[in-house]
């Protein structure tokens, strides 16, 4: 009787004291709060993209609706890559501190379909601003590269990226 009395009084226990947890309320996220946050983001992803720039005043350079920079470093008078075509590029893509993150050795060539590739919208928008044989500098927001989570090895999170870009051939 007595492990009886005292098996009931520690299930009551454990029920009243499972029933006193006070959890915290989860704060609630909504479309605003998003827009928010990401216009937050991008006004200080801006901020670094122009303090960039204002260190290289020389440099032409013309800017696209979506936050492209760029500038044509050597012009010529070939064709503009049009979508579905594919380019053969050589590239060094860096963080706005310099820090080179990826490319492609001297003696080789990255190809990539326009418009139709894992290749960062950056460079889809910017190889078309260009002519075969052209080198240029693109500066692009995280959000035409690879945005929230950066590329999980060599470029951060929020990351514009700077792209001094050489387009070969065009096919």
């Known amino acids: ?38 216009r937050e983001l991008m006004t200080e992803q801006e901020i670094d993209i122009k303090l960039f720039l204002a260190q290289h005043e020389a440099w032409k350079v013309e800017e696209t609706g979506t936050g492209l920079r760029y500038v044509v470093g050597k012009e010529t008078d070939g064709p503009i890559p049009q979508p579905g075509q594919s380019a053969k590029v050589h590239y060094k893509i860096s963080l706005l501190n310099g820090k080179v993150c990826y490319e492609t050795a001297p003696d080789e060539l990255d190809v990539f379909v326009v418009d139709n ?48 870009i050489e387009l070969i051939t065009i096919e």
Not at 8 to 15: K, P, Q, W
Not at 23 to 29: A, F, G, R
Not at 139 to 152: C, Q, W
């Open 1 to 38: 009787m007595i492990r009886l009395a005292l098996i009931s009084g520690c299930f009551c226990g454990l029920i009243a004291c499972s029933s006193q947890k006070t959890e915290k309320p989860i704060p609630e996220w909504n479309q605003k709060k998003s827009t928010d946050l990401n």
């Open 117 to 164: 590739s894992e290749m960062e919208s950056g460079i889809h928008e910017g190889i078309k601003k260009m002519r075969l044989g052209e080198k240029a500098k693109l500066i692009f927001p995280s959000h035409l590269a690879h945005g929230l989570v950066g590329d999980m090895k060599e470029i951060p999170p929020l990351s514009p990226l700077v792209v001094d």
